[in-house]
């Protein structure tokens, strides 16, 4: 099956930092989605992005399908930012990656 | 509704007991999955309704788990003879059809065998 692979597993940042979280995936997929669970569990979904670069904020994302990664650039970043930030990817269903850790720190 | 809903938020059960565990989609949207999250993991793909089609049930991870579907809507997740390795958090999430935009997710149930 299709292996998704996040990195760093875990990133601690000073509030106002920015940062970059890379997903790497084994497989050509049709749908690419990064996900923001806070801390209280709840997944929001963040991007749809098979590929090319979107905005939201002071979040953006870009997938580069033929080489297989997404990259999620996370600027200015908040104490509300924390959380675990998780990247899937979709062949016949949606495959998780383990998830980046973001703790940001006032 | 305007989201997907999960009931009960929390269960705690006894080992050996069976449990139920709901998903209420969002209204029109016709594919549904279930997710399971252990603590500190990331979510393991459990079994995925879409339409009337045969559920891929490939995630489940033994013959003491099943879910259906009832008319297209509410799904119900049992997990019968229940071990403490089966605590972990239950989500569901719904979308429009297969690989679409906008997976939403329920807020889980979080599952405590005791």
């Known amino acids: 099956g299709i292996q998704v692979e996040q990195s760093p597993p875990d990133l601690i940042l000073q509030e106002g930092a920015n940062s970059t979280l890379r997903c790497n995936f084994s497989?050509?997929?049709?749908?690419l989605q990064w996900f923001h669970q806070n801390p209280w569990g709840q997944l929001i979904n963040l991007f749809y992005?098979?590929?090319g670069t979107k905005q939201n904020g002071r979040l953006s994302a870009t997938t580069v399908a033929t080489e297989r990664y997404s990259l999620l650039y996370i600027s200015s970043s908040q104490t509300t930012d924390s959380g675990v930030y998780f990247c899937a990817v979709y062949g016949n269903k949606l495959v998780f990656g383990a998830g980046t850790i973001l703790r940001v720190k006032s | 509704g305007a989201g997907v809903s999960q009931s009960p938020s929390n269960k705690v059960t006894e080992k050996g007991k069976d449990v139920e565990l709901r998903c209420d989609p969002i209204?029109?949207?016709?594919?549904l999955y279930w997710y399971r999250q252990s603590l500190g993991q990331g979510l393991e793909f459990l079994i995925y309704f879409q339409g009337n089609s045969a559920p891929d049930k490939s995630g489940l991870p033994s013959d003491r788990f099943s879910a259906e579907r009832t008319g297209g809507s509410v799904s119900t997740l049992t997990i019968q003879r229940t071990q403490q390795e089966d605590s972990a958090v239950y989500l569901c999430?719904?979308?429009?059809?297969?690989?679409?935009?906008?997976?939403?997710f329920g807020s889980g149930t979080r599952l405590t065998v005791v």
């Open positions: 999430a719904s979308s429009t059809g297969q690989g679409a935009y906008g997976y939403t």
């Open positions: 209204s029109g949207h016709t594919a």
């Open positions: 992005i098979p590929s």
């Open positions: 497989d050509s997929v049709n749908n």
